[in-house]
């Protein structure tokens, strides 16, 4: 599904998700920080979501959901979605809710989640395309990570379109100039030698 | 992936107008000019103040050197630009027609040879509003974005390639996010 070397996705990987235990787990206290003890059935615990998913897979932990796309969060995401503060929520909401969704079975969340970024992703294009500001960095502080990049991916091509247009040196013609300038200074010093 | 990353997704504005020097255009030479064999094809020789066909890298080049006068293409004057200003201000969908290498042409004439242009600097400013109220468009075109496909017709060289890094990954995000049943009814 998703690409192997993704950075990201491994990152997702590591967020800890809320569970239940389904089975006694002998002496596996220690994931509850409490090592040495048994695990008994039924017990609360927060597991990395790649630990989760294949304990959830053989029934042995039920996943709950997580906070973060919990009811009120859906009541919140429903009303408004600009505002919303996804940063905070996780850095990596709709790649972690992505893989979430492939646990647990919520329609409900799945249009949420598509929903809220296809709202979000107009403005992340306008903010991207205006010249950068106090409103701007807010902005970009709320943004999810896959909202970042994209966010980035904008800036850079509106950018090389402007330097374009006024003729200024491109960030390449820039870097080769620079690794010139530095070559000429290494042989500068080393005749000096 | 060794390419820059800006580099990555598409063509630098930069190669963008290195492909529009190749559009032929219209000019007058000040002195005859033998034929001339290029990579694209033969130039008949040039026979001085008749009018010319050459490539705009060609025109250009003998515009700096004050040795010919360009005639601008049809669509590069006041009387074609303010129409299509006012007809893409009108709120209709789509983009209207011009040439996909508009922004290029003009730019790369309005610089060198500004004084071929009848009133260039309100030509150019022409230019300018075009551009913002098409990009203007582009935005409110996203508004409609489904992961599927985005109707932009007649949208020029340089506008798709600004926007096509920022499509490319919002549209595969989208794809990633969007519910799978909504997918069955496409073939």
């Given at each position: ?14 967020q800890?998700?809320?569970c239940t235990?389904n ?12 090592p040495?003890?048994?695990?008994p059935y ?24 997580p ?6 969060m ?15 929520l996780?850095?990596y ?19 949420l989640?598509?929903?809220t ?17 106090a ?7 709320r943004m999810d ?12 091509s ?5 330097r ?6 491109d960030?390449?013609e ?15 010093s080393a005749?000096?030698? | 992936?060794a390419l ?6 598409g ?5 963008i107008?290195?492909?529009s020097?190749?559009?032929?255009v219209?000019l ?7 034929q001339?064999?290029l ?14 066909r ?8 003998l515009?700096?050197r004050?040795?010919?006068?360009i ?6 004057s ?6 299509a ?9 789509g983009f209207s027609?011009l ?13 060198s ?7 260039a ?6 230019l ?16 409609f ?5 985005l ?9 798709l ?12 995000r989208m794809?990633?996010?969007e ?6 009814g496409?073939?």
């Amino acid at each position: 599904m998703d690409d192997y070397y993704d950075i990201d996705s491994i990152l997702a990987d590591q967020q800890r998700i809320p569970c239940t235990m389904n089975i006694e787990g002998t002496a596996l206290g220690y994931l509850d920080n409490n090592p040495g003890e048994d695990l008994p059935y039924g017990s609360h615990l927060e597991l990395p979501l790649w630990l989760a998913q294949a304990l959830a897979r053989s029934q042995q932990v039920a996943i709950d959901m997580p906070k973060a796309y919990g009811e009120s969060m859906r009541n919140s995401m429903k009303a408004s979605t600009g505002n919303i503060d996804l940063q905070q929520l996780g850095p990596y909401y709709y790649l972690f809710g992505t893989k979430l969704l492939a646990l647990v079975d919520d329609m409900e969340l799945h249009h949420l989640l598509a929903g809220t970024f296809r709202e979000r992703v107009c403005s992340i294009m306008d903010y991207a395309h205006s010249r950068a500001g106090a409103e701007q960095t807010t902005m970009f502080m709320r943004m999810d990570n896959t909202e970042r990049t994209l966010y980035q991916i904008g800036r850079r091509s509106v950018g090389a379109l402007r330097r374009w247009s006024l003729r200024e040196p491109d960030a390449d013609e820039q870097r080769l100039r620079g690794a010139t300038t530095s070559l000429t200074s290494l042989k500068r010093s080393a005749s000096m030698m | 992936m060794a390419l820059p990353a800006d580099l990555q997704n598409g063509l630098s504005p930069a190669e963008i107008e290195f492909i529009s020097e190749n559009e032929l255009v219209t000019l007058i030479p000040h002195r005859n000019i033998e034929q001339l064999n290029l990579l694209q094809g033969t130039l008949k020789p040039a026979v001085a103040s008749r009018e010319w066909r050459a490539p705009l890298w060609l025109a250009l080049t003998l515009r700096r050197r004050a040795q010919c006068r360009i005639l601008p293409p049809d669509w590069l004057s006041v009387g074609k630009c303010r129409p299509a200003v006012l007809r893409e201000e009108q709120d209709q969908p789509g983009f209207s027609k011009l040439p996909p290498n508009y922004m290029e042409i003009g730019h790369m004439l309005l610089e060198s040879a500004a004084d071929d242009i009848p009133q260039a600097s309100m030509v150019r400013r022409l230019l300018k509003d075009l551009r913002e109220v098409r990009q203007a468009k582009a935005r409110a075109g996203l508004a409609f974005i489904n992961g599927k496909h985005l109707v932009m017709d007649n949208i020029a060289w340089m506008e798709l390639n600004e926007i096509r890094p920022f499509l490319t990954e919002a549209f595969l995000r989208m794809r990633q996010l969007e519910p799978e049943e909504a997918e069955g009814g496409m073939p």
